[in-house]
């Protein structure tokens, strides 16, 4: 069965630490991957998308992901975060041959320490 | 820069009662699509439009959700009756064809 999954619901990070946000997902190919954010009662924003080509994809706000085949995973990081990156991080996962239909995992809630 | 609508951005109800969410997408985006995101979870697709049909609705409640798009525009969910477990974010996307979604700012629902 097609899944995506973010091991972890809470993560905790001071000002100025780099951050790994994990996702992993299970498919057959290579789906289409994106990681939106989203704050306390506003909808998602897109932060970067990866459909193929480089694996390494550069998004806004200074956020990157990787795209790791072998694992069938999509990690988020930033080397330096911002009081203002504390947000929810979904990581979605696009199914080819079924449509548009976006796949989210639970979420990771992000909390940045002063 | 272009933006989905949604409105109202909250709404609280009681149970058995009708309640209607309104979206307006991105000009020119064919594709609609209606999410529901339970508190703590990720969002859910509900239903989906390609112009004014109906694409995907496999996750709708039918026997108490409805969604329309009639002109292949706008699209307004309407649940009736609500209940408790409805309470949740509905939130609305639309995208071209290139699969990116941009979503609205959602509505909150809160059914007493």
């Known amino acids: 069965a097609q899944s995506v999954t973010q091991p972890d619901i809470h993560i905790t990070v001071s000002e100025g630490a780099s951050l790994e946000l994990r996702c992993n997902y299970s498919?057959?190919?290579?789906?289409?991957l994106f990681w939106y954010v989203q704050s306390p009662g506003q909808g998602l924003q897109l932060l970067l998308k990866?459909?193929?080509?480089?694996?390494l994809v550069q998004g806004i706000k200074g956020f990157e992901a990787e795209f790791k085949r072998s694992q069938s995973s999509f990690n988020l990081r930033k080397p330096s975060v911002h009081w203002s990156d504390a947000a929810e991080y979904f990581c979605?996962?696009?199914?080819?041959?079924?449509?548009?239909?976006?796949?989210f995992g639970t979420g990771t809630q992000l909390k940045v320490e002063l | 820069e272009a933006e989905v609508a949604q409105s109202p951005r909250y709404k609280i109800t009681e149970k058995s009662q009708a309640v209607a969410f309104w979206c307006d997408p991105i000009?020119?985006?064919?594709?609609l699509y209606w999410y529901r995101q339970i508190l703590g979870q990720g969002p859910e697709l509900l239903v989906q439009?390609?112009?004014?049909?109906?694409?995907?609705d496999s996750q709708l409640p039918k026997d108490r959700f409805s969604a329309e798009r009639l002109k292949g525009v706008d699209s307004t969910l309407k649940i009736q009756p609500a209940e408790l477990g409805d309470s949740a974010m509905y939130l609305c996307?639309?995208?071209?064809?290139?699969?990116?979604?941009?979503f609205g700012p959602g509505t909150r629902l809160t059914v007493t």
């Open positions: 996307a639309s995208s071209l064809q290139d699969h990116e979604q941009y």
């Open positions: 498919y057959g190919a290579t789906p289409y």
């Open positions: 990866y459909f193929s080509g480089d694996t």
């Open positions: 979605a996962v696009l199914f080819t041959g079924g449509g548009n239909k976006l796949t």
């Open positions: 000009s020119g985006h064919a594709t």
């Open positions: 439009f390609q112009d004014e049909s109906v694409v995907d």
